[in-house]
């Protein structure tokens, strides 16, 4: 986000000896009674205080945001479009009692109630940790898994107020009218130490199952097919791989593999992975990934928020692929949620889902044919070299193969930070998912293709 001329709310000079003095007061005065009574912890959702969160609301779609990335006391807290950056991303130091700060990652400031305001409409601000009873907050449950934040203080909730759905719309508190733009859901960014056992699904009894489901995104109904390995165990966590179509393509041509069949289901990786992942198939809307205003982002955010928290998922093993359009909405992800997916694959794809961030390391395989007369090799080249970048590899231009050779060249890149490998392979074809194998097999793609992506995927643990 950036934020250009927009004043902030000046911060008083005397609040801070104000924070101070109220806080240790309020402590004094109610000492025996917080013992007492604690809050209810809410269902909805289980806090992990080592990890980092994305407060999304449900009424806009948008993440609680830390407004241009400001460190001083005082500073506005807004909405704004999902980016997972540092400013969105928050985590709950424990209180006691069953309340939490919400540290922002960006600045090591919480969220408080603005001079320890009981008015509705009470501005929420960020500042420095004095622990405070303006500064802490309980979990509330409202229903579809999303939780409203209560604040010890003054007994009202955080809220986008007047509803906006606006970048920049004004968090504040207001009474409890448990509203759409009072309710937040819980995304983990895995940025904090994820439990080696899995995620938040684990351990239960499955409601889920392989076939079509849909939910709702950003105010908008979408649909995704999803298989489950055969013999699922709750307690084994699973890679998570979507596969996404291409244009014109459907979610039913990525579960069926079109008409190359089951071999070619979720780009091989059904066959590949042999009940040891996960697979999810989305649909996009108009049969393709124009992921407007970032919305396909966020239906992809709202299907992992849904998959894990029903299914056992490992949450250092989300991958993404995906060819033409659908390589396109994997480089998206790449760039937008490096530190939520551990890999991607990108199958003759372009910018053509756009690329929000693109700044942060993520382990990459890049596939292009070099004749491709849609989406010219030059671009998947120069999606590769963005993450060649990031992951701090050696630059180098790789070979590639001579047309009519009927034959790929793969080349490793050398030099890459420490589990962030990027992968090029240059094939002799046009716009199709792998080389010419001279016999046309599977509609002229090769096993190969298939094998190679599956084997970077399943290299990380």
Same mark, same amino acid.
């Given at each position: ?291 407007? %205003? ?13 998959? +894990? ?16 359009? %659908? ?114 097999? +599977? ?8 094998? +190679? ?9």
């Amino acid at each position: 986000m950036k934020a250009i001329g927009e004043a902030r709310p000046a911060s008083s000079p005397r609040r801070r000896w104000r924070s101070t003095l109220a806080g240790a007061a309020a402590a004094v005065m109610t000492a025996g009674l917080l013992v007492a009574v604690e809050a209810a912890p809410a269902a909805a959702a289980t806090v992990d205080t080592n990890a980092w969160y994305v407060l999304v609301n449900r009424n806009s779609g948008k993440a609680l945001d830390l407004y241009g990335s400001a460190t001083n006391d005082g500073a506005r807290i807004s909405q704004w479009t999902r980016n997972n950056g540092a400013n969105q991303q928050w985590q709950f130091v424990d209180s006691g009692g069953g309340y939490y700060r919400l540290k922002s990652r960006h600045s090591g400031k919480v969220l408080d109630v603005s001079n320890f305001s009981t008015a509705d409409g009470g501005a929420i601000v960020q500042w420095s940790d004095l622990n405070g009873t303006n500064q802490q907050f309980r979990l509330a449950d409202s229903d579809g898994g999303h939780v409203r934040l209560v604040s010890r203080h003054s007994g009202k909730v955080v809220e986008v107020q007047g509803a906006s759905t606006a970048d920049g719309g004004n968090i504040v508190q207001y009474a409890d009218l448990n509203g759409t733009n009072q309710q937040w859901q819980l995304v983990r960014t895995d940025g904090g130490n994820p439990p080696p056992s899995g995620g938040s699904g684990c351990g239960k009894a499955p409601t889920l199952s392989s076939g079509t489901h849909t939910i709702q995104s950003n105010g908008k109904s979408r649909s995704f097919i999803l298989r489950v390995p055969a013999n699922y165990n709750s307690s084994n966590p699973y890679r998570l791989i979507f596969a996404f179509h291409w244009r014109g393509g459907t979610m039913q041509d990525i579960s069926s593999g079109g008409t190359s069949g089951t071999a070619w289901s979720y780009y091989g990786q059904q066959e590949q992975s042999n009940n040891t992942a996960i697979l999810v198939a989305p649909q996009g809307f108009g049969n393709g990934w124009g992921n407007a %205003g970032g919305e396909d982002i966020t239906f992809v955010d709202d299907m992992i928020s849904r998959i +894990e928290s029903d299914l056992c998922v490992n949450p250092r093993q989300r991958f993404a692929l995906g060819f033409s359009w %659908g390589g396109g909405m994997s480089y998206a992800i790449a760039c937008a949620r490096a530190n939520v997916f551990r890999a991607v694959a990108v199958i003759s794809g372009g910018q053509i889902s756009g690329c929000s961030g693109g700044t942060q390391p993520i382990a990459y395989f890049g596939l292009h044919g070099i004749s491709d007369n849609v989406l010219n090799i030059s671009q998947g080249r120069s999606l590769r070299d963005t993450f060649v970048r990031n992951n701090g590899c050696a630059a180098q231009n790789p070979p590639e193969p001579a047309a009519g050779s009927r034959t790929h060249i793969t080349t490793t890149y050398s030099g890459c930070r420490a589990g962030y490998p990027v992968q090029w392979a240059a094939y002799d074809n046009g716009h199709m998912p792998g080389p010419v194998d001279g016999t046309y097999a +599977e509609s002229g793609i090769t096993t190969w293709t298939k094998g +190679e992506i599956w084997k970077f995927f399943s290299q990380f643990s």
